[in-house]
Nanobody, 122 residues
Framework: QEQMVESGGGLVQPGGSRRLSCAGS????????IGWFRQAQGKTREAVVC????????YYGDAVKDRFSIWVDAAKNSLGLHMKDLKADDPAVYSC???????????????WGQGTQVTVST
């Protein structure tokens, strides 16, 4: 059974850092575009970062570029997100996902997790 499970969310102070992790099972990361999206309360899903199924390059959303970085261990079906310089706009439920292509990561993911909450507050 295909599954993705996130961990690592929590409370972070503004300007702080946090690492999220995602464990996948039941499918191969290399067969999909994989990445993270987030959804803040009352807002639509937003793509954070996606590793393309074509060139395996990472494409970041403008809001997180230069602050967030993705890592992948395809052999272990593990995925992570290192977030730094967290801001007031970053709080959301962060979910890892796999899709047929990056444009579909937020709208039609093939597999995705329940998400982990990241809160930014003093």
């Amino acid at each position: 059974q295909e599954q993705m499970v996130e961990s690592g969310g929590g409370l972070v102070q503004p300007g702080g850092s946090r690492r999220l992790s995602c464990a996948g099972s039941g499918f191969r990361f290399d067969d999909y575009a994989i990445g993270w999206f987030r959804q803040a309360q009352g807002k639509t899903r937003e793509a954070v970062v996606c590793i393309s199924s074509d060139d395996r390059l990472a494409y970041y959303g403008d809001a997180v570029k230069d602050r967030f970085s993705i890592w992948v261990d395809a052999a272990k079906n593990s995925l992570g997100l290192h977030m730094k310089d967290l801001k007031a706009d970053d709080p959301a439920v962060y979910s890892c996902a796999a899709a047929q292509s990056c444009p579909l990561l937020t709208s039609e993911p093939t597999f995705w997790g329940q998400g982990t909450q990241v809160t930014v507050s003093t």
